[in-house]
């Protein structure tokens, strides 16, 4: 079937809909097929490997990555609806990350090496998932921000004003143009 699909513009920290603790979605409709098509859309674009209904100003639980690197590779489009972590490893790991709502700043997080997560499929049916290495880090991150959380939250508070600040300046540069 032939769908239409629409980039999203992406929000910038700060911005309040970015620290809300989105809502569960309670079905799947044309609606919400209609949204995980423009947000897989949004992130290719961008180009990101994950991404979370906030970040479009959705205030739901929907969240979409692919974390396939190699280019060559098939990729991997998940759509994540209701995404929870069942388990996480004692084991960390420490990546480096980034947010397409924080361009261009990066910081190393330390979170669980693996989650096993529990989702709802966009055919209605519930999934669960055990991740490691970046995909991993990537559906964590995601998670958080349908909790109202960013990667800089974990960082240490004027490191976190610091980039807060850049991304002020930034908004305010795009908001001239
Ligand atoms: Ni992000």
Known sequence: MWRRMTLR???????????TVATHVDGITDDIRRQADDMLETMYDAPGIGL?????????RMMVMDCVKDE????RPMVLINPEVIWSSDEQSIYEEGCLSIPEQYAEVERPAEVKVRWLGLDGKPVEEQFSGLWATCVQHEIDHLNGKLFIDYLKPLKRQMITRKMQKLKRERARI
């Open 52 to 60: 979370a209904a906030p970040q479009i100003g959705v205030l739901n």
């Open 72 to 75: 060559s590779a098939a990729p």
């Open 9 to 19: 513009p992406i929000l910038i920290h700060p911005d309040p809909r970015l620290k």
